[in-house]
């Protein structure tokens, strides 16, 4: 059965954006680029919500016609052309190529798509991982944590009555000081979901 991997930057006081919604703090260099274009690149679809999908839409389809885009710039600009893109929204009336819109994140359908064959999937937007995350829907979580304390903005998972135990599978560091926090669910027992 394919997983399901929210891949999220946070700064490391734990926001993903800004009180703006802004990720210019991003410390985002060709190596931890070439690295997300890596995995990506073996993902069978993206799943996100409006807001992850429209910025992503609004830059990357023609990313790689622009004379100040990086090689992994480019490169990613034609994995996310080529990659289909589940759409979670109630309101978006049309997407672009290569792209569907899913009402609601019902989990029978979710179970059904992670039942097909193919590679893991990725899942984008704090909201829609939310969801995810109260379905127990998630795999793996792979963190990104920025050498950067922003001081406010959104947290990366919101406030739960719930406990969610996890078990490191793998850390690294890259050159500019991002550190890769990989973990999955731990199954069972003490601080499993609930």
Sequence with gaps: MRK???SMSVSLDGFFEGPDREIDW???DDELHGHFNEWLKGMSAFLEGR??????????????TDPASTAPMVEFAGIWRDMPKIVYSRTLEQVGPNATIVRDVVVEDVLALKAQPG????VGGADLAATF?????IDEYRVYVHPVVIGRGRALFPESDGRLGLRLTESRT????????????ATGGEGSAS
Aim: charged share 20%.
């Design 4 to 6: 399901i991997i929210l």
């Design 133 to 137: 995350m109260r379905h127990g829907l």
């Design 119 to 122: 590679g893991d999937m990725v």
């Design 51 to 64: 807001v992850t999908y429209e910025l992503m839409e609004e830059f990357w389809p023609a990313a790689d």
């Design 174 to 185: 890259f050159g500019n000081g991002v550190v890769l926090l990989r973990y999955e669910p």
């Design 26 to 28: 991003h410390v985002v």
